[in-house]
């Protein structure tokens, strides 16, 4: 499983635009075969913080996400309503052993 969490500092000014156009993209994002969440948190210490919590199938999922149109769309749209550049960091969750 591929965990990725995607840190977005929004303009305080513009966060509804940024909310109506990343809305778009949860939806067809979650509607993915590959995906198993896909959840935007805000931050309630810091004001216009948002984090993407992400959690694919595997690689092939994340690649095939990378590349549709409600992905591209939103990246290309999305640095207007940025105060910092995103912070991506991913993952490659491995079970836990219980026992």
Partial sequence: MIIIHAGFQ???????DFLAEIRPLIEAS???EGNISYD???DTEKTG???MVELWKD???VKFHNQ?????SFTANAPQYFAAPPHVE???A???DKK
Avoid at 10 to 16: C, G, L, R, Y
Avoid at 68 to 72: E, I, N, W
């Fill in 68 to 72: 549709t149109d409600h992905f591209t």
């Fill in 59 to 61: 690689l092939d999922a």
């Fill in 10 to 16: 929004v303009q305080t000014d513009k966060e509804d």
């Fill in 90 to 92: 991913v993952y490659d």
């Fill in 49 to 51: 913080a948002y984090t």
């Fill in 40 to 42: 935007l948190v805000k």
């Fill in 94 to 96: 491995k079970p836990v």
């Fill in 30 to 32: 979650r509607a993915e």
